[in-house]
């Protein structure tokens, strides 16, 4: 009798454990679509909260830059206003889980369409196109492309494409890959590195908020189209995420909300992209 009573108190907890386990994994995401979530005027948004000019969590918890803005835009023509969004921190490795565990409806934050991150969740645009770079301390002489980086120690982010190629491509550099860029600017500081590698856009952002420590140098090396990351297969959510990035570009919101976040860091506007919608 004991025996039994111990036997379903122990089924009882192990059912209770995967309950709770399934919950934690799922991260509190519930079945709803991201237009479901629209409808009840509420959306969660991943972005950056990192990297100024792009997305920020500012020291009063309000959040600022492009992504941010774009964020913000495409919300309003779902129907949800500011009030209505939580945003969320996605660092660059947890991307395609947020979604693919729907604890985001969709993450604009510096996210580089590629063929990989296809094959987990799809995405609207691009709406922005960076290229990859360097940011040094600002005494450094000897780094300004991906060659000279030989021998050199240069930090970038888990799971980012600039960390990948870095990788694959450039095996005499020594990488360190970090989970955030915040890290790898503290150990530029420091001098534990001689270099930080991502996309221009970011950097410019990071070497305006030095005060002169840090410079971006190197023209950018490769493409990185930033797109919206969205629950794969949800044609419909693509459709009007794509229809909200054509109208920002074409009503000017687009180019003033470069213009109030990223030229802050030097950078002009260019010319919109053109919208994939493979
Ligand atoms: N655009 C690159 C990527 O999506 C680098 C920026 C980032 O890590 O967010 O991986």
Redesign the pocket.
């Known amino acids: 009798m004991r025996i039994n009573r111990a036997l379903r108190l122990g089924v009882g907890a192990i059912a209770l454990t995967v309950v709770a386990a399934t919950a934690t994994a799922c991260g509190g995401g519930d079945s709803k679509s991201a237009l479901d979530h629209a409808k009840d005027g509420k959306l969660t948004i991943g972005i950056?909260f990192d990297?100024p000019g792009l997305g920020l969590r500012n020291k009063d918890g309000s959040y600022s830059g492009f992504d941010v803005e774009v964020a913000k835009y495409v919300a309003g023509k779902l129907g949800v206003k500011p009030e209505g969004i939580t945003f969320k921190e996605s660092p660059?490795a947890q991307?395609e889980t947020l979604i693919e565990n729907g604890q985001v409806d969709y993450v604009v934050?510096?996210?580089?369409i590629?063929d990989a991150r296809k094959q987990k969740v799809d995405f609207a645009g691009p709406y922005y196109v960076?290229g990859?770079s360097f940011l040094v301390r600002a005494d450094n002489t000897d780094i300004g492309s991906p060659e000279s980086l030989k021998g050199k120690k240069v930090c970038?982010?888990k799971?980012?494409?600039?960390?990948?190629n870095i990788d694959k491509n450039f095996k005499d550099t020594q990488l360190q890959a970090n989970d955030t860029?915040s890290l790898c600017l503290e150990g530029l500081r420091a001098g534990s590195w001689d270099a930080v590698t991502?996309?221009d856009i970011?950097l410019a952002g990071y070497a305006a908020q030095s005060t002169g420590a840090f410079k971006v140098v190197g023209k950018p090396f490769t493409t990185?189209n930033?797109g919206i990351g969205l629950k794969k297969g949800d044609k419909e959510l693509r459709d009007k995420v794509n229809d909200a990035i054509e109208a920002m570009f074409a009503d000017g919101s687009w180019k003033k909300a470069f213009d109030a976040s990223v030229g802050g860091s030097g950078y002009q506007a260019p010319a919109p992209p053109k919208v994939d919608r493979y």
């Open positions: 950056k990297q660059s991307r934050a510096s996210y580089s590629n960076a990859q970038s982010v799971g980012s494409t600039p960390a990948q860029y991502t996309d970011i990185e930033y």
